[in-house]
């Protein structure tokens, strides 16, 4: 196999991870601060891409339909937080497990309803179609390389924030000791609210720039909520390190092992044999990956304890 | 009597006499409709033995579940067509036969329950709920992507499998064989809730430290009846497929490990018949609100919502009162 293609389909597995992060973190962080497991956070990228579809056919403006997506995800997070997701925090995680899941089908459904079942187009904006020419003479699909820079620098914000400014301070009080901070005057349900809007946005953002590669339709979001949780559980859940590392190594092993194995197989089977075995065994990867971490370090690699 | 009891003896009693009732207005659809809800109940009776019994939120039934279909699909399916299975190292046979598919079905789930929750049950909370997810999407991916047994397309199954001494594509026959696996499902589960490992899975749920301190290892009985409960709701899996005469990967999918816990939280956790209950709401909510609309799901969301954050305890808390039963 050529290394350029090797280093294409790493930059793709990158790509993804990138992306992932941005759902994982949002995860992570809601886990971490208030204690609720979140499965509606698929639908609210599924907003984000439906809201971004929408804004670019009635504007023709990718950048407003970026801003739609995080304007429109994080409302919608706001607005859930406050009727549902407020009454969970002191419940236990079956609760929470049923109620987002009820979230979800109404999300779900709410959305084929409102824009029926067909999926929506969201063009990658012209200026950034094509390919750019990377050292080592790679090719490497413009757009792609966006996402991957734009995610780099939004993980990177968000690391900032966290560490250095008083809302990440807050923030990291509120995961040490909830009691305490409300006793030190801080507005906590003020931050809850903030939280859950902050991951919201993230996710919302995340499906509008993925949606422009793939399609926007009801039920994008649950296969990528669900790689998000083997992220964080990889990572360890509340850990915003872990959900980079986690997401990078996700993403990485997935978009290789679909590469690879196939041809891996082919070394010492028929073509045919090879490839099925070697997709079937690739589509499992990830969760091969989760158990094996899970059998050394049963709290995530930075899991705390 | 206490209520809950006499909740329990009217609930099979109807579960007996609506489908013998549908049979002599000549409604083979609502019979399809009752088994349907008994096959979901046997699947929430096997997830309520791990759930509402050992405190385990597994959310990766659908796994066994999905299991037990591919068992019968496989298996029929090369009965079907006239080929083995498998000629090396020794011989193995497609078949038609329930009974022997049926313990395939839960042998295999048992064994892969077992396999699972080894690994799972090392973690616990949150952890625990999203690896179990994260298995029975494994398999998702694993059935959508291999070839053999029709990939995403699913297998179909011509004729249902055959049971010595009955015509099981005549519905009432067909259902009388589900109600018949319910029950004894059920009588198994409420032996075992009784019997001193049942009553030691409740104590390590409520508290492991005393469980330990009298010298029982709370990750063995854990690990016990997640195998438990994993072979009842492959068991289901087994018949739901018969039922269908189709097996297709959405039997993984995580809405099915959403709908079977949905019938044990909208039953009542713990309550032996709570899942049967559950299921059968869930079966007459799906009927009523898709007659009213094709986003039926939303009413749906909309009322398990309600349940969740009003109604804890499901219709068996409302009516045989919260903390009659069980703790």
């Keep these: ?305 | 009597m206490k209520r809950e009891t006499l909740l329990n003896l009217g609930l099979m009693a109807a579960l007996l006499a609506f489908p013998l009732w549908a049979y002599q207005a000549d409604e083979p659809f609502l019979i399809t409709l009752t088994t349907r809800a008994v096959i979901f109940a046997i699947a929430g009776v096997g997830l309520n033995f791990a759930l509402g019994f050992g405190g385990l939120v597994s959310f990766g039934h659908a796994a066994f579940f999905g299991l037990g279909g591919y068992a019968m699909g496989i298996l029929a399916y090369h009965a079907q067509t006239y080929t083995p299975l498998m000629e090396a190292p020794f011989l193995i046979e497609g078949t038609k036969s329930m009974p022997v598919i049926w313990l395939v079905a839960v042998v295999i789930s048992a064994i892969t329950a077992l396999a699972v929750g080894a690994l799972s049950l090392r973690t616990t909370g949150v952890y625990f709920i999203m690896i179990t997810l994260a298995f029975a999407q494994m398999f998702y991916y694993f059935a959508n992507s291999w070839p053999t047994y029709g990939g995403e397309d699913g297998l179909s199954i011509y004729i249902r499998n055959d049971f010595p001494g009955l015509n099981t594509m005549d519905p009432i026959q067909f259902y009388m064989i589900c109600y018949v696996i319910l029950a004894l499902v059920l009588g198994f589960v409420w032996a075992a809730a009784r019997s001193p490992f049942g009553l030691m899975l409740g104590a390590a749920r409520q508290n492991e430290e005393r469980v330990q301190a009298v010298g029982q290892t709370p990750y063995r009985l854990y690990l016990v009846a997640f195998t438990i409960s994993g072979a009842i709701t492959g068991l289901a899996g087994a018949l739901f497929a018969d039922l269908n005469r189709f097996v297709s990967p959405t039997m993984f999918a995580w809405n099915m490990s959403g709908e079977i816990m949905i019938f044990v939280i909208l039953g009542g956790v713990g309550r032996v018949f709570g899942p049967v209950a559950g299921a059968a709401l869930f079966i007459l909510l799906e009927h009523m609100l898709g007659g009213l609309s094709e986003f039926w799901h939303v009413y749906l969301g909309a009322i398990l919502l309600g349940v969740v954050l009003f109604a804890r305890g499901g219709l068996y808390g409302l009516i045989a009162g919260r903390e009659v039963a069980h703790d």
Excluded at chain 1, 253 to 263: A, K, S
Excluded at chain 1, 265 to 285: D, K, N, Q, R, W
């Design chain 1, 1 to 305: 196999m050529s290394i350029i293609l090797l280093i294409e389909q790493a930059l793709n597995g990158l790509q993804f991870g990138v992306m992932l992060f941005l759902m994982a973190a949002g995860l992570t962080l809601i886990f971490g601060v208030m204690g609720l497991i979140n499965l509606a956070h698929g639908s609210l990228y599924m907003v984000g891409a439906f809201a971004a579809a929408a804004t670019a056919a009635a504007t023709g403006s990718f950048l407003l339909a970026l801003v739609a997506s995080l304007v429109f995800a994080a409302f919608a997070g706001v607005i859930v937080e406050t009727v549902v997701i407020r009454r969970l925090y002191d419940r236990d995680h079956l609760d929470q497990v049923l109620a987002t899941f009820a979230l979800v089908l109404m999300f779900s459904e709410g959305t084929r309803w409102a824009f029926g079942s067909f999926p929506l187009f969201l063009d990658k904006p012209e200026w950034l179609s094509g390919t750019v020419m990377l050292p080592f003479g790679i090719e490497y699909s413009l757009y792609r390389l966006t996402i991957i820079l734009v995610g780099l620098a939004v993980a990177a914000g968000l690391f900032w924030m966290i560490a250095r400014t008083r809302i990440g301070i807050r923030i990291r009080a509120g995961e040490n000791d909830r009691e305490m901070i409300a006793a030190l005057g801080v507005n906590i349900s003020m931050l809850y609210t903030l939280v859950f809007a902050l991951g919201a946005a993230l996710a919302g953002f995340a499906g509008a720039l993925i949606g422009a590669i793939q399609s926007v339709q009801v039920g994008m979001g649950e296969p990528v909520l669900i790689l998000a949780f083997v992220v964080i559980v990889i990572g360890g859940i509340g850990s915003i390190k872990g959900a980079f590392v986690g997401a990078i190594l996700v993403g990485m092993t997935d978009t290789l092992g679909r590469q690879l194995l196939p041809m891996f197989f082919g070394l010492f089977m028929e073509p045919a044999a090879a490839t099925s075995t070697g997709a079937s065994l690739a589509s499992m990867a990830i969760y091969l990956l989760m158990a094996g971490v899970l059998l050394f370090r049963p709290k995530g690699l930075f899991g705390g304890a």
